[in-house]
């Protein structure tokens, strides 16, 4: 065995099996690993990945649901020297194809109700549930014993969610990923008496790279779900073996809109973890309204820097409930106008990022790499404001701020009023083209019981200058998403627009 030279992906798990063998690391369905049976799991997967004709350096997808096996797969790559591709598994058609193709994947890792939808002659290793899946073959194999990556080797391709451009991507290597991990640690307060459950997807960065991998890091159990299912979740909490919990506003918006959200013993829960998106600001209230006593964790950051950049402690809530907090520490964040320099604390800016956290750009797209890296820092896309105490604010992505007869407008505002109105269970404000106002501001809402669009117009009207207000409500059944919960303003403005 070759020496290693830093810190490794797979290493994180390899020292926690040293510390704590004998506990256990993850608990999916019926089946439990210790920390050393995850470690020689994920050693005798790296084996069987390379039977494959695999060599280091070479892309694997992989196409499957939450499980134990999809984890081991991901770390078997990491010590493999291969680049992990995680796909969303809900994509089909043309848009699986692109990240196939466009990442050039040797091999993807699937599971067998998913393997049918893959571009013909792609190869395929079943993950679970089929002869010869990658669990199959665990026993057989030797314990991989070859080469350890480099820390500044590429571990995955974390593609970026694609809501305005096709998808990015974003060229992770160890060491931008083991940074993230230990500013998660300290940021998030993780430790090994949590007991935290994943149930978010793991192709997505959120729940894989800020919870999963750091709760491994520091020796906790954790339970894995096929997806966050409220009686699971609740049942779980109410038998104390849940303490800690993580969600995009959209699962915790529904998690509060539930019957029995109110009457359920949730008082174990300890730890409540929210991002991946904006979180309106009534429903945080309502939610600690109901738990007082538990610990809120606003998280931002995006693909590109692993990707957590800054976090919101529960002690700094009051007062900035709609902050995203302050950097991480391993993350140097500032607030910069269009020519790049810093803008006064409380004015609108981008934000810039610099970090050993960052990828190395994208994944064959040297222009859009160029485009994002200028001048030494990372431009991020999102428009925010910085308080003189260092806590920022997320405004609105910069391609999502509507120019309101030359006024520009940001939509989360607008949201946040309307969702104070008792009709409206989620919203997205977008700007469609319109001849008077450039961008005419409209609410797409999706409604509880019955509601008007006067009824909402004269609503926003009261609580908002009447150019912020919407000009126009549509109603929908529901908002299109994507895996980590963000609501795709690029497909509404296609809808809507024409």
């Known amino acids: 065995m070759t020496p290693g030279h830093g810190s490794t992906v797979d290493g994180v798990l390899r020292r926690s099996a040293r510390r704590t063998p004998a506990r256990v690391a993850v608990d999916y369905g019926e089946r439990s690993w210790t920390y050393e049976e995850l470690d020689d799991a994920v050693s005798r997967a790296a084996t069987v990945l390379l039977d494959q004709g695999l060599t280091p350096g070479d892309r694997v997808g992989s196409y499957g649901h939450n499980s134990d096996a999809y984890l081991i797969g991901f770390l078997a790559c990491a010590r493999a020297g291969l680049v992990h591709v995680p ?27 998913l393997a049918g939808q893959l571009p013909d002659g ?6 679970r549930d089929a002869d010869g899946s990658l669990l199959d073959r665990l026993p057989s194999a030797e314990p991989y014993d070859g080469p350890e990556p480099r820390t500044e080797d590429l571990v995955q391709l974390l593609y970026t969610s694609g809501t305005t451009a096709l998808p990015k991507g974003a060229m992770l290597t160890h060491r931008a990923l083991v940074h993230e991990y230990l500013s998660a640690i300290t940021a998030l307060d993780l430790s090994a008496g949590d007991r935290p459950v994943h149930s978010l997807p793991l192709y997505h960065s959120a729940q894989m790279h800020v919870f999963l991998l750091p709760y ?7 339970i894995i779900l096929d997806a966050p299912d409220g009686d699971r979740l609740f049942d779980l909490i109410e038998a104390g073996r849940v303490d ?24 174990g829960l300890r730890k409540a973890y929210y991002g991946a998106s904006i979180m309106p600001v009534p429903v ?11 610990a809120f964790y606003n998280c931002f950051g995006q693909s590109e820097i692993g990707p957590l950049a800054t976090v919101l402690g529960p002690d700094e809530h009051k007062g900035r409930m709609d902050s995203c907090g302050r950097p991480v520490l391993f993350v140097d964040a500032r607030v910069v ?36 890296f200028r001048d030494g820092w990372f431009h991020s896309g999102d428009l925010a404001v910085r308080d003189a105490h260092g806590f920022f604010t997320v405004v ?19 949201e946040d009023v309307l969702y104070t109105h008792e009709g409206v269970a989620e919203v997205a404000v977008i700007g469609l083209p319109d001849d008077r106002w450039i961008e ?5 809402v999706v409604p509880r019981g019955e509601v008007t669009e006067s009824q909402l117009i004269d609503h926003a009207r009261e609580k908002l200058a009447h150019f912020k207000a919407p000009k126009r409500v549509v109603f929908v059944d529901e908002l299109p998403r994507n895996a980590s919960g963000k609501i795709l303003k690029r497909e509404l403005r296609e809808q809507f627009g024409n």
């Not at 006064?344 to 797209?365: A, H, I, M, N």
């Not at 609105?396 to 607008?414: H, M, T, W, Y």
């Open 244 to 267: 800690s919990l993580f969600a995009p506003p959209t699962v915790w918006i529904g998690l509060a809109n539930r019957a029995d959200f109110a009457t359920r013993d949730l008082r």
């Open 440 to 444: 005419a501001v409209t609410a797409v």
């Open 396 to 414: 609105d992505r910069v391609k999502d701020v509507i120019n309101s007869g030359g006024v520009l407008v940001a939509s989360r505002q607008i």
């Open 122 to 127: 792609v190869r395929t290793l079943p993950l």
């Open 337 to 372: 106008d269009e020519e790049g320099k810093d803008v006064p604390d409380g004015t609108p800016g981008e934000v810039v990022y610099r970090s050993p956290q960052l990828c190395e750009g994208y994944w064959d797209k040297p222009e859009e790499t160029a485009a994002a």
């Open 87 to 113: 796909v969303n598994h809900n994509l089909t058609g043309d848009d699986l194809a692109y990240i196939v193709g466009q990442s050039g994947s040797t091999l993807v890792l699937t599971d067998p109700d």
């Open 216 to 222: 491994l890091a520091v020796g906790a159990t954790n």
């Open 284 to 294: 945080l209230e309502r939610l600690r309204e109901r738990l007082p006593k538990l």
